[in-house]
């Protein structure tokens, strides 16, 4: 009996360690072939809005992906999903990259391949999200949840500026080349994935609403999402355009203090994730009092940051809210995961990419008009307002958050 629980801890560790490496090599993939794109589309157009519509297809093909998601889920294991859609990513990937060698593709072309790539990467979140109760203990799943979220937001922060380094001596067609091989290690190293509880595909058919159905009649998963659609919406004034726009205009500081900005938020998510794993066993004690606390401090953090014209207070403030975002979200995650039926995890969390996608997308929009008309002060200040708003909600129906 020893020697086979010792055998279900070894493989649920090497099991959640291909997860997290498998995804990372995915995950550094997108950046790279991003950049890649963005480099190709100015080189070929010098058209910023080209640039803008890059981002517009790629989060309208996850919001389709992620509403349409339970019919594969009718289908597919959480195993299946991850290993196939990485595969097939890698294939159409494959494709854009042969169509740059031997001739010049039609733009048509290059957005239909980046939306086709942006659609089945959209079922690669949820399915990670719901299988990480299922390959770690759930005392562990904090701990869990911050490892891959620094793992995350560090491919995020050193990707960007990795990529336009090997773009800058080499070319767009060779940064999608190298995302070919990690898209193709990615495949490899999830398909040994293991899962300690049996993740057997479902026979019954799964209503395509059947996610918002559950976030719906659960209490705490309710509130928590309506605090995404909140914060989804004021998140966007982080948006690296936002940023630069409030550099020039209000800080009236040189290109240099965006990057300053974008970076001291970066690493204020990486130190989050630190914090929380360290801290794991007072962060599960305390979780609804940091929730409630971290909502509270973002919203206020967001109001001064768009009222002062202190470059160094901006860092400090962009470094704060980095750190605080980051332990919000985790224990978001974490109250979703302990309180959701672990059968109804894919469903919600593919819900929950649908409703992020689209909510982003259309409050890019929304901020955008507002920055132009208005001002960015105020479009900070609004963003605050919805920031209060969410942490009032929460502390409205704090008596619901019992795991």
Not at 325 to 341: D, G, H, M, R
């Amino acid at each position: 009996m020893k020697e086979y629980q010792k055998g279900v801890v070894m493989m649920r560790l090497r099991s959640f360690r291909f997860l997290w490496i498998g995804q990372a090599c995915a995950n550094t993939g997108d950046v790279l072939y991003i950049v890649a794109l963005i480099a190709i589309l100015y080189q070929s157009t010098e058209s910023a809005l080209y640039l803008s519509l890059l981002p517009f297809t790629i989060t309208l093909a996850r919001f389709i992906s992620g509403m349409g998601a339970p019919l594969m889920l009718s289908h597919f294991a959480l195993k299946g999903m991850l290993v196939w859609s990485q595969g097939l990513k890698t294939i159409v990937l494959g494709i854009l990259g042969a169509s740059f060698l031997l001739y010049v593709p039609e733009l048509e072309v290059v957005f239909m391949l980046a939306f086709i790539i942006a659609f089945l990467d959209g079922w690669a979140a949820p399915a990670r999200n719901a299988m990480l109760p299922m390959i770690v203990k759930e005392s562990e799943l904090t701990q869990a949840n911050s490892f891959v979220a620094v793992v995350d937001q560090s491919i995020q922060f050193g990707g960007w500026a990795v990529g336009g380094i090997i773009v800058a001596f080499t070319s767009g067609s060779f940064v999608i080349w190298l995302t070919f091989g990690l898209y193709c290690i990615s495949t490899f190293i999830m398909a040994m994935i293991e899962n300690a509880i049996k993740d057997q595909k479902r026979k019954r058919k799964i209503p395509l609403l059947s996610g918002w159905q559950t976030i719906w009649k659960h209490p705490i998963l309710r509130t928590v999402h309506i605090m995404i659609f909140l914060e989804s919406i004021a998140n966007v004034v982080w948006i690296a355009a936002i940023l630069y726009i409030f550099v020039s205009d209000v800080l009236q500081k040189s290109e240099a203090w965006w990057g300053y900005l974008n970076a001291s938020f970066f690493f204020g998510l990486i130190a989050g994730g630190l914090i929380v794993s360290k801290y794991t066993r007072l962060f599960e004690k305390h979780m609804k009092l940091i929730l409630l606390t971290t909502s509270f401090v973002v919203s206020g953090v967001t109001m001064l940051f768009g009222s002062i014209q202190i470059a160094l207070l901006a860092l400090a403030l962009t470094l704060v809210s980095g750190i605080v975002e980051q332990v919000k979200s985790i224990a978001i995650v974490t109250f979703i995961q302990k309180s959701c039926p672990k059968d109804a995890l894919p469903e919600v969390f593919s819900a929950q990419s649908a409703l992020i996608s689209i909510t982003f997308g259309c409050g890019t929009l929304l901020v955008g008009f507002l920055a132009e008309v208005v001002s960015i002060p105020f479009v900070f200040a609004f963003s605050g307002i919805l920031l209060l708003s969410s942490a009032l909600y929460m502390w409205k129906y704090h008596r619901h958050f019992q795991l």
